[in-house]
């Protein structure tokens, strides 16, 4: 199974980012699939995830700023993250469960400066 980031950047606060995660070689149904983020001194922390029947969780930092969304004909997650504050800067990971494992992307960096 691989897991690839993208979207990542610097950016100002109040803007916006788009990130995104494709995955592939799944051998059995992903039932959840989620994104975390991890900054210099913290431990990694949950974000947002979205099970299969499409119900979401947020952590409550970013309720009601971020979202995120998946696209099963491209096997790929979306988070879209709204009035970003400094706070959100971080690597931002991928992750997707299936009855086989937890698999991990290899991060994007989000900056807010």
């Known amino acids: 199974v691989q897991l690839v980031e993208s979207g990542g950047g610097t950016v100002q606060a109040g803007e916006s980012l788009t990130l995104a995660c494709a995955t592939s070689g799944y051998r059995s149904p992903v039932s959840c699939e989620g994104w975390f983020r991890q900054s210099p001194g913290k431990e990694r922390e949950g974000v947002a995830t979205?099970?299969?029947?499409?119900?979401?969780t947020y952590t409550d930092s970013v309720k009601g700023r971020f979202s995120i969304s998946r696209d099963n004909a491209k096997n790929s997650v979306y988070l879209q993250l709204n009035n970003l504050k400094s706070e959100d800067a971080a690597l931002y990971y991928c992750?997707?469960?299936?009855?086989?494992?937890?698999?991990w992307g290899q991060g994007t960096q989000v900056t807010v400066s």
């Open positions: 992750a997707t469960l299936d009855s086989e494992g937890l698999y």
């Open positions: 979205i099970d299969s029947d499409d119900s979401t």
